[in-house]
């Protein structure tokens, strides 16, 4: 969407590493305005899905989740990327590697906050080689509850995550998809 392409491009830094810097606004510095926005967006491409939880993992999809689910009037459920001693009962996990920081997690999820009768939506801060919402969704087939979607505040369309999704049917929005990014300019996918 334009409000979140035009905002990577007066705010967002491009590094070494094809990382994307959006700090001052998306996941360390939140806009509120702006995520507000994102979770309008999500609730319009998904508000006809019959959705009773946004799923997410932590930290940075939380605040998007939680915009989100705003709109939906349902609850957020996140995975926690270290168990802590105060997770009790049973819980589904996932193993998922973070592009970002270069190594592997094992998220929980206590399995009192999903099962087999709810219709989810993932949403989360970046996509790229799709790791995070892979985990996710393990998660979901764990708990026998259905993806009726997922939602993305920016893709790097240069990695193969969003487009392995989109071949094994999900229905994808993402906001703003990077084609190409360097320290020239970014590129973002026209829309089809």
Do not use: W
Not at 67 to 92: C, E, H, I, Q
């Amino acid at each position: 969407m334009k409000f979140m392409e035009d905002r990577i491009l007066k705010d967002g830094q491009v590094r070494p590493g094809n990382i994307l810097k959006v700090d001052s606004f998306l996941n360390h510095q939140l806009d509120i305005t702006l995520l507000n926005e994102v979770g309008k967006a999500f609730y319009e491409r998904f508000k006809d899905k019959g959705v009773t939880k946004i799923l997410t993992v932590e930290a940075s999809g939380i605040a998007i989740a939680c915009m989100t689910a705003n709109y939906f009037g349902t609850p957020v459920v996140f995975a926690k990327k270290s168990k802590s001693r105060n997770l009790d009962g049973d819980l589904y996990t996932s193993v998922v590697h973070s592009f970002t920081y270069g190594i592997d997690n094992t998220v929980t999820l206590s399995k009192k906050f999903l099962g087999a009768d709810d219709k989810v939506l993932i949403v989360d801060d970046f996509l790229a080689n799709g790791k995070a919402v892979n985990g996710l969704l393990d998660i979901c087939r764990q708990a026998g509850a259905e993806v009726v979607g997922i939602g993305i505040a920016i893709e790097k369309g240069f990695q193969r995550g969003g487009d392995d999704l989109r071949e094994r049917g999900y229905d994808l929005l993402s906001l703003a998809v990077v084609d190409e990014m360097s320290d020239t300019g970014i590129v973002f996918r026209k829309e089809a």
